[in-house]
């Protein structure tokens, strides 16, 4: 249990679908961060969101739209995907934004595009 | 130049063995330093973290050295549960806590 939930833990979708993937964390926790794992390639951050407001945008394409309704949780929409997008998407929770406060994951959510 | 880049492996070493694994990073203003451990399929996992001083958390020792801009990690008496992928961290300055990942070394440790 690692106190960062996600859901699902396997998508499958076509290009043209439209999906979210959701995270939620019972840590208490204030910053979230959404990170993609391409086979063989180190995890990249993709977004940081910090007391809901998001700090950092790592230059993620337009098709990946993160959305974080309060502390406790986290969505990334997905629309229109690329196969290149396929992947390990993780996300992690930290106490806040600052500091080297460690980060806990979540298990992943495996994406594969058709 | 990648950020932080590592050795991928694999090290294949028998149980009871001593490894060390070594992750150079290019940023010099970098400010904090971990491992962690990815199990195969599994979400990364803080081990330790680095500091200047060395620190040690019973069979695991990191360093740093920040001269030479490396980190490493020592695993002493190797078990089989120890087989996983390392994954070196830095974060860059500024006081944010924007985690910079290696690629991972992929440890397998056989009976």
């Known amino acids: 249990e690692t106190g960062v939930t996600q859901t699902p833990r396997h998508l499958v979708m076509g290009m043209t679908n439209k999906k979210s993937l959701k995270c939620e964390q019972h840590?208490?926790?204030?910053?979230m961060y959404w990170y993609k794992q391409s086979a063989k390639k180190p995890l990249e951050l993709m977004f940081v969101?910090?007391?809901?407001?998001?700090?950092e945008n790592n230059s993620v394409p337009s098709r990946f739209s993160p959305e974080c309704p309060n502390s406790s949780h986290l969505f990334l929409h997905l629309h229109t995907l690329q196969p290149e997008d396929s992947a390990l998407y993780l996300c992690?929770?930290?106490?806040?934004?600052?500091?080297?406060?460690?980060?806990?994951f979540g298990d992943g959510t495996r994406l594969s595009i058709l | 130049r990648k950020e932080v880049e590592q050795d991928p492996g694999p090290f294949n070493v028998p149980e009871g063995a001593t490894v060390a694994f070594n992750c150079t990073y290019s940023?010099?203003?970098?400010?904090?330093f971990f491992w962690y451990r990815q199990d195969c399929r599994k979400e990364p996992k803080l081990l330790m973290s680095?500091?200047?001083s060395g620190n040690e958390d019973g069979r695991f020792t990191a360093q740093l050295n920040r001269a030479s801009q490396y980190i490493s990690l020592l695993i002493r008496d190797s078990k089989l549960s120890d087989s996983a992928t390392y994954l070196c961290?830095?974060?860059?300055?500024?006081?944010?806590?924007?985690?910079?990942f290696g690629a991972g070394t992929r440890l397998a440790v056989h009976p």
């Open positions: 992690a929770s930290s106490q806040d934004w600052t500091g080297d406060q460690p980060q806990h």
């Open positions: 680095v500091y200047s």
């Open positions: 940023n010099s203003a970098s400010q904090s």
């Open positions: 969101y910090n007391f809901k407001e998001q700090t």
């Open positions: 840590l208490g926790h204030n910053a």
């Open positions: 961290v830095v974060t860059p300055s500024g006081g944010y806590n924007k985690l910079i």
